[in-house]
């Protein structure tokens, strides 16, 4: 089988199984959703939907965000991963959108990256939902998923994986096929124990094939 002919059948499988896929994160704008991915790394989308309604409700915009210090923050992300920084990330972030950008969430991924606590995975996060930006944002499930199927190709890193995902899958599909990956690593192809045998690609799955091979 090709490299072609995998997309092909992988895209065609997921346009059918998973038409609307979106992300599990919970938000109303653009500011709500840059908060919401800054404390989604190395934690769920379910813990961090139990933090940020409080949150949000004590700061709703970027003006009332910067406002405030890391400290007052804090008290508020206790829960998630790796609060301290986050809080101070958060903080950061926020200045830096009412202080160049007026408060409002820039649509370039590049740009994105210089706020803090954004880095590209969550700068493409945020250009694709948000915007419908054309680029591929890897975390470990994307990369993991993209790699058992075949999709990727020693890929060594996620900037390497992005570039071969987006290289192969078309425009219009690859803000899409980031939350396929994501959902179908989350839910089916898990990192441990995979859900193989009612998996929709398991005909033409390299790990799977290769994993039969061995029985």
Not at 75 to 95: D, F, Q, T, V
Not at 123 to 145: E, Y
């Amino acid at each position: 089988m090709t490299l072609k002919e995998r997309y092909r059948l992988t895209i065609g499988y997921f346009s059918k199984s998973m038409p609307v896929a979106e992300t599990e994160l919970v938000y109303e704008n653009p500011f709500e959703l840059i908060v919401a991915v800054i404390l989604s790394a190395q934690c769920t989308d379910k813990r961090v939907n139990m933090i940020t309604p409080a949150l949000l409700k004590r700061f709703p915009d970027a003006e009332s965000m910067a406002q405030a210090g890391p400290s007052e923050i804090l008290e508020y992300i206790k829960s998630c991963s790796y609060p301290n920084s986050k809080a101070k990330h958060l903080s950061g972030m926020s200045r830096m959108l009412v202080n160049e950008f007026g408060g409002i969430v820039p649509s370039d991924p590049l740009i994105l990256q210089r706020l803090p606590g954004v880095g590209r995975k969550t700068a493409n996060v945020i250009a694709s939902v948000i915007f419908g930006k054309p680029v591929m944002a890897v975390d470990t499930h994307v990369f993991r998923v993209s790699a058992r199927i075949g999709l990727t190709v020693n890929a060594k890193n996620p900037l390497s994986a992005e570039e071969q995902l987006t290289k192969n899958i078309p425009v219009q599909q690859i803000h899409r096929a980031h939350h396929w990956l994501l959902l179908h690593g989350r839910y089916v192809c898990k990192a441990r124990n995979p859900l193989c045998d009612m998996c929709g690609l398991n005909q033409f799955c390299k790990f799977y094939i290769k994993s039969k091979a061995k029985k």
